[in-house]
């Protein structure tokens, strides 16, 4: 079945940058875009861009451009996303989730990683 | 930037009662909205594409409807199952571009 399966929690100081990863099976990986969304805690969600697993390319909210990298590397079928300049209000529930058919429809989600940035 | 604005932020019904969730745009967005269903501690979960079509295994009592900038999301009638937080999302007509979420409605049972 199609599966999203994202890396463990994470723990960073402010300043810090840290990267999360999403291993896509089931389908064929470099066919579907990935999004990533945030979600603070007690919050709601928060969309911060996609990857094309296909061409590399990427397009971002406008809130996390010059702050955040979404990468892939095709041969493992994993898409990453790294935030840097990190600050505690980036503490989050990190999802990354595939456009069921490149037409901004997410299905399914990866399980979520959380952030906390803490000093 | 289009604005979603959705209302509710909460609400608490009876089982088998009828709850209907609310969402306007800022701007004209056609049908481009989604509506997802997230429940404590989970990832959300696809329930409605394209304003108004229903995601394949999901209950028909979940509905939705409206094109332009108000639509609906509508459960016909309350199951204890659905609790949980529900989001609209919009999304421009690109091959995707971007997207916007409503701020949630969290749905309790009375």
């Known amino acids: 079945q199609v599966q999203l399966v994202q890396s463990g929690a994470e723990v960073k100081k402010p300043g810090a940058s840290v990267k999360v990863s999403c291993k896509a099976s089931g389908y064929t990986f470099t066919g579907y875009y990935i999004h990533w969304v945030r979600q603070a805690p007690g919050q709601g969600l928060e969309w911060m861009g996609w990857?094309?697993?296909?061409?590399?390319?990427?397009n971002f909210a406008q809130q996390f451009q010059g702050r955040v990298t979404m990468t892939r590397d095709t041969s493992i079928s994993t898409a990453y996303m790294e935030l840097s300049r990190l600050r505690s209000d980036d503490t989050a529930v990190y999802y990354c989730?595939?456009?069921?058919?490149?037409?901004?429809?997410?299905?399914?989600w990866g399980q979520g990683t959380l952030v906390t940035v803490s000093s | 930037d289009i604005q979603m604005t959705q209302s509710p932020s909460s609400l608490s019904a009876s089982v088998g009662d009828r709850v209907t969730i609310t969402c306007q745009a800022s701007q004209d967005i056609s049908n481009y909205l989604n509506w997802y269903q997230q429940k404590p501690g989970k990832a959300p979960k696809l329930l409605i594409y394209?304003?108004?079509n229903l995601e394949t295994g999901v209950p028909s009592r979940f509905s939705g409807s409206g094109s332009g900038t108000d639509f609906t999301f509508t459960i016909s009638s309350l199951q204890p199952e659905d609790i949980a937080t529900y989001y609209c999302q919009q999304y421009d007509n690109l091959p995707p571009g971007w997207v916007t979420f409503g701020g949630g409605t969290k749905v309790e049972i009375k």
């Open positions: 990857i094309n697993p296909n061409s590399g390319g990427t």
């Open positions: 989730a595939r456009d069921r058919s490149n037409n901004n429809c997410f299905d399914p």
């Open positions: 394209d304003a108004s």
